[in-house]
């Protein structure tokens, strides 16, 4: 079954998804990359050119149609939990991870982050709009199978979860 690695951007979930792999010897998947690469275009490309909602159909159709091997390793996106059911989805074909982190902590990793495509345009100060998102999405992260508090987590400490999921 996948080990499905879920947070708000920022919150580490494609830098501890690869360095698992590594240590564990686990295939890893990043859902944004598989993405980047069926298209050929950035993420942020796919969000000026197409819009958020054809991007969160094309995430919602990886998820319902990739080959996952057992226990691959996937990052996914942000958003990806809060769109098409695809929480449950996740839950069902194998095991959810969140890596919650404060508010402050994504602030300090997302305030000199210029890459993503929802901060682009962003209507409010950062730290309202991740103050609003984060709300608005908590839900969704909460019905995972395990959270994780990692503001400050080592690769140890998520090893030792997926070892007992695994």
Same mark, same amino acid.
């Given at each position: %079954? !996948?080990?499905?690695?879920?947070?708000?951007?920022?919150?580490?979930?494609?830098?501890?998804?690869? &360095?698992?792999?590594?240590? %564990? #010897?686990? !295939?890893?998947?990043?859902?944004? /990359?598989?993405?980047?690469?069926?298209?050929? %275009?950035? $993420?942020?490309?796919?969000?000026? +050119?197409?819009?958020?909602?054809?991007?969160?159909?094309? +995430? *919602?159709?990886?998820?319902? /149609?990739?080959?996952?091997?057992? /226990?691959?390793?996937?990052?996914?996106?942000?958003?990806?939990? &809060?769109?098409?059911? #695809?929480?449950?989805?996740?839950?069902?074909?194998? *095991?959810?991870?969140?890596? +919650?982190?404060?508010?402050? +902590?994504?602030?300090?990793?997302?305030?000199?982050?210029?890459?993503? !495509?929802?901060?682009?345009?962003?209507?409010? !100060?950062?730290?309202?709009?991740? /103050?609003?998102?984060?709300?608005?999405?908590?839900?969704?992260?909460? %019905?995972? =199978?395990?959270?994780?508090?990692?503001?400050? $987590?080592?690769? =140890?400490?998520?090893?030792?979860?997926? #070892?007992? $999921?695994?």
């Amino acid at each position: %079954m !996948p080990i499905f690695l879920i947070g708000y951007m920022g919150s580490g979930k494609s830098t501890i998804g690869k &360095c698992l792999s590594k240590v %564990m #010897n686990l !295939p890893f998947v990043d859902l944004d /990359n598989l993405i980047e690469s069926e298209m050929e %275009m950035s $993420i942020t490309q796919i969000f000026n +050119e197409k819009g958020e909602l054809f991007f969160r159909q094309k +995430e *919602h159709d990886l998820l319902s /149609n990739y080959p996952f091997k057992l /226990n691959t390793l996937v990052a996914t996106g942000g958003g990806t939990p &809060c769109f098409f059911n #695809n929480l449950n989805l996740m839950n069902l074909i194998g *095991h959810t991870i969140y890596l +919650e982190i404060s508010n402050n +902590e994504l602030f300090k990793r997302l305030e000199l982050d210029k890459k993503r !495509p929802l901060l682009s345009d962003k209507k409010l !100060p950062l730290k309202d709009f991740i /103050n609003k998102q984060i709300n608005a999405r908590k839900k969704y992260y909460k %019905m995972s =199978n395990y959270v994780l508090k990692s503001d400050n $987590i080592s690769i =140890n400490e998520v090893q030792k979860l997926v #070892n007992k $999921i695994i």
